[in-house]
């Protein structure tokens, strides 16, 4: 049973427009929550991270989300830029269970045109 | 800094073969991961260790070991390779607060 969910494999939006990714979780003991962007060939880059007591964390381009009561959050890429390109997981952990490991959704292709 | 590294980057192996993937990690942490990646699918956790000589199952370990003598040094031993290990591996590191830093992979087919 998948404890997060990327339900958009693939979504391709236009440069300098908004990108807007999704996820979705079951656990109600995840309370930390992160964005890794993946290009082909090499590991997952760190991108930006929420812990459950916020509801929004920003860092330049990049805007995080949670609604916990939905169990959702998004990950906001404004404005869109060529190198954007990449598969973006979304992860979550349990920081009080101590040293688990992350719980990644199956990732989304995000596609920037010109 | 380098990070996280992994060596090899590819390898292909026969069905029933060993080999040991190396991590190395030089920022210090105390916590180190592995999992893998199939296609089209997440990341799984595989083991994991809260310093050395404290190691941990993961969501899916069977057909794995590994050992934590140093810091640094995390590898992941498979001992009779099979097909279903086909997969990218990787490493990663936890710095604070939380976040895990990732090696680049390492590729393994198994025919």
């Known amino acids: 049973d998948q404890q997060v969910k990327q339900n958009s494999p693939s979504l391709s939006v236009q440069e300098g427009r908004i990108s807007i990714l999704n996820c979705d979780y079951t656990?109600?003991?995840?309370?930390?929550f992160l964005w890794y962007k993946k290009y082909p060939a090499e590991g997952p880059t760190f991108l930006i991270s929420?812990?459950?007591?916020?509801d929004k964390n920003e860092d330049g381009r990049f805007t995080v989300f949670l609604n916990k009561s939905a169990k959702h959050l998004s990950l906001h890429i404004v404005p869109s830029q060529p190198g954007d390109s990449a598969v973006y997981f979304c992860?979550?952990?349990?920081?009080?269970?101590?040293?688990?490991?992350?719980?990644f959704g199956k990732g989304t292709h995000l596609i920037i045109q010109p | 800094n380098a990070g996280v590294t992994q060596t090899p980057k590819f390898r292909i192996l026969k069905i029933g073969q060993s080999m040991t993937l190396q991590c190395t990690q030089d920022?210090?942490?105390?916590?180190m991961y592995w999992y893998r990646q199939d296609p089209g699918m997440g990341l799984k956790l595989i083991y994991y260790s809260v310093g050395a000589g404290i190691t941990d199952k993961g969501e899916v370990p069977n057909g794995y070991n590994v050992s934590r003598s140093t810091t640094e040094d995390f590898p992941l031993r498979l001992e009779l390779a099979a097909p279903s290990q086909t997969s990218v591996y990787f490493c990663?590191?936890?710095?604070?607060?939380?976040?895990?830093?990732f090696g680049p992979g390492t590729r393994l087919t198994v025919l």
């Open positions: 992860a979550a952990s349990e920081r009080g269970g101590g040293a688990d490991g992350l719980t």
């Open positions: 656990n109600s003991m995840f309370d930390y």
């Open positions: 929420i812990s459950s007591i916020k």
């Open positions: 990663a590191s936890r710095g604070t607060p939380d976040t895990q830093y």
């Open positions: 920022m210090n942490h105390n916590y």
